[in-house]
């Protein structure tokens, strides 16, 4: 394979594995879920048989009429602790997500920038007009302690010579707006 394809497909493989990465975070947590609604419907299936034989155990008119009351008090404070547990499980299947993706996200930077470092005495000079496409990746491999390859000289003059003007009305501008705002201040006084 030449250098001119290796890039590229190094780059699509980078993405394609991430793309892979994040799929799988997906459906473990998923996975997580659905075994926690299998483990509450376990719990609740073994609480229902539990209070069928209470019922089926009773032995007088008495205790038989007192079931449905304690059978009350006791769904309420199992239902307060499942409520306090599904926040808990929440909280951490959420971090555990969270932290997931973010090593994934780190993996895959780390990955592409490599890339790119390797590949970028290779990489042709950017012409005038694709400079603003290209900053944001040269200023992330610049971060990264890496070099890009650097625009002509003569595209960096034009590209401060449009800068320039625009910085000097805006400052012009503001200017302008401060001094109304200063006379306004000195009249109500």
Do not use: C
Request: without cysteine; positive net charge; proline residues 5%.
């Amino acid at each position: 394979m030449n250098s001119k394809t290796e890039l590229p497909l190094s780059l699509y493989k980078a993405n394609l594995e991430l793309q892979v990465k994040i799929g799988r975070l997906i459906q473990e947590s998923g996975q997580q879920w659905l075994d926690y609604g299998n483990r509450l419907i376990g719990d609740s299936i073994a609480e229902s048989n539990a209070e069928m034989d209470e019922l089926l155990q009773a032995q007088d008119w008495q205790q038989l009429a007192s079931l449905p009351a304690e059978s009350l008090w006791r769904q309420l404070q199992q239902r307060v602790g499942d409520s306090q547990a599904v926040a808990q499980i929440a909280v951490n299947a959420q971090n555990a997500f969270a932290s997931g993706l973010q090593q994934i996200l780190q993996d895959w930077q780390y990955e592409t920038t490599h890339l790119l470092g390797q590949e970028a005495s290779l990489m042709p000079s950017v012409p005038e007009g694709w400079d603003d496409l290209v900053k944001p990746w040269e200023e992330l491999l610049q971060a990264t302690g890496m070099t890009a390859v650097a625009p002509k000289p003569a595209a960096k003059k034009k590209a401060a010579a449009k800068k320039a003007p625009a910085k000097k009305a805006a400052s012009r501008k503001a200017v302008a707006k401060k001094a109304p705002a200063k006379k306004a201040a000195k009249r109500s006084r």
